[in-house]
């Protein structure tokens, strides 16, 4: 099963691939992890990304996905495996079909966790951490049992710079801009499947794993 994951900041992608990755036994794909490592293992690639890095500056999309490849070319992906936070753009989708054409692997799912802006302007402005044991609250949907207290520690809770009004509205500006038209590039080549991303995570992962089950029937 290839699969490529999308969603808006606060869909809650990262959970459902947590869990997507214990059934399939696949590896999730994150190009940040990828970077992380080509930089540290020193690989050529890691090495041309560490240069653009160390200058504050992007790493080209030719340089992602030449990491992408060999990401994928490894053995614990022969099974399939979930790209999560790439492509980011229809420029980048364009040129990872392509690498996957040449691998004669292309991908089988695009699935959207579909969320409404409404609700994820709460779940995410809405959350509160601890500030001596890091647990996560949220002040809408699992707020704590005193108001800013956390129920474990009794430490302050304090809500973190990104997750403000005006930081998350850019972060969801700059997702419509880019990568939510990925939604239409994916639906046109008959890939595209969405869920719902509201109700309990087993129920939206029961949904996501009736649609992956039928792709594979």
């Known amino acids: 099963m290839r699969l490529v994951l999308l969603g808006a900041p606060g869909a809650g992608k990262g959970t459902q691939a947590k869990k997507l990755i214990e059934k399939y036994g696949i590896p999730q794909i994150s190009t940040g992890d990828i970077l992380r490592k080509a930089v540290a293992d020193g690989t050529p690639l890691g090495k041309e990304a560490k240069s653009y890095m160390d200058k504050g500056e992007l790493v080209p999309d030719s340089v992602v996905i030449g990491l992408v490849k060999e990401r994928l070319a490894q053995d614990d992906c022969k099974k399939g495996y979930i790209l999560d936070g790439f492509p980011r753009n229809t420029a980048q989708a364009e040129t990872l079909d392509q690498v996957l054409a040449e691998m004669n ?3 089988d799912v695009a699935l959207v966790v579909d969320v409404d802006k409404d609700d994820l302007m709460k779940r995410l402005t809405g959350r509160r951490t601890c500030r001596g044991c890091q647990q996560m609250y949220n ?57 719902k991303g509201v109700g309990s995570i087993d129920d939206i992962f029961n949904n996501i794993c009736s649609i992956l089950d039928s792709q594979q029937s």
């Open 139 to 195: 002040i809408h949907f699992s707020p704590p049992k005193k108001e800013g207290v956390c129920d474990k520690c009794g430490g302050e809770l304090y809500q973190r710079d990104d997750d403000k009004e005006e930081t998350i509205k850019n972060r969801l500006d700059v997702y419509e801009r880019s990568t939510a038209p990925l939604i239409d590039y994916y639906g046109k080549k008959n890939i595209l499947k969405t869920v």
């Open 105 to 107: 692997a292309p991908l």
